[in-house]
């Protein structure tokens, strides 16, 4: 099995910081990564796939950039809607998840 | 609307088994496959496995492998994912995740709600 790990685990920030978090992979997953939004109580919500397209309906703050075993998630000017807990996925080798990443409010 | 149901919460005796079952609507359901991915009270996204609603094919990851089945029923578009021998550290949110179609490759596009399994005697 893939694993994944996401840097920070938390994350403090300003409305309008520009925030990045890190998802490294243990073995090369080409450019086969996506991210995800969660909020509590809620389903996970796709924001990016195969590191870098933006799906459908996400904010183009939002970008992805990375190959191989080290990616990034951007968001350039964080919005109050944005507080949330954002994950990565491999989908190279069937699918693992990072652990996560809080977003909260300074 | 391309949407996934799932059923309500279920509360179960350790050793007992569970059934959450997955309705698909707005789409075909066999063009794709469903995915099941559950998350413990607090803690992060664990991938279960997967299965082919055209072939009925599945598979399961190493941790479920034994306990865990995933079969569907195509006259009415539901998936259905069972765990068996359940214990209280299978306390968790069960998700069903559609593996997307189209430009979106190789990753869930559509989730359901959520289901909240309860083990406790």
């Known amino acids: 099995e893939i694993q994944m790990t996401q840097s920070p685990s938390t994350l403090s920030a300003f409305v309008g910081d520009k925030v990045t978090i890190t998802c490294r992979a243990n073995?090369?997953?080409?450019?086969?990564l996506a991210w995800f939004q969660q909020k509590p109580g809620k389903a996970p919500n796709l924001l990016i796939h195969?590191?870098?397209r933006l799906h459908r309906g996400a904010p183009s703050r939002f970008s992805g950039s990375g190959f191989g075993t080290e990616f990034t998630l951007t968001i350039t000017s964080l919005q109050p809607e944005d507080f949330a807990t954002y994950y990565c996925?491999?989908?190279?080798?069937?699918?693992?998840f990072g652990q996560g990443t809080k977003v909260e409010m300074k | 609307q391309v949407q996934l149901l799932q059923s309500g919460a279920e509360l179960r005796k350790p050793g007992a088994s569970v059934k959450v079952s997955c309705r698909a609507s707005?789409?075909?359901?066999?063009?794709?496959?469903i995915n099941w991915v559950r998350q413990a009270p607090g803690q992060g996204l664990e991938w279960m496995g997967w299965?082919?609603?055209?072939?009925?094919?599945?598979g399961y990851a190493q941790g479920f492998q034994g306990r865990v089945t995933m079969t569907r029923d195509t006259s009415t578009s539901t998936a259905y994912m069972e765990l068996s021998g359940l214990k209280s550290v299978d306390t968790a949110v069960y998700y069903c995740?559609?593996?997307?179609?189209?430009?979106?490759?190789?990753?869930?596009?559509?989730w359901g709600q959520g289901t909240m399994v309860t083990v406790s005697s």
């Open positions: 995740a559609r593996l997307g179609v189209g430009v979106v490759q190789n990753t869930f596009d559509i």
């Open positions: 707005g789409y075909t359901f066999t063009s794709s496959e």
């Open positions: 299965m082919n609603p055209n072939s009925g094919n599945a």
């Open positions: 073995e090369s997953i080409r450019d086969w």
């Open positions: 195969k590191t870098s």
């Open positions: 996925q491999q989908c190279n080798s069937f699918w693992s």
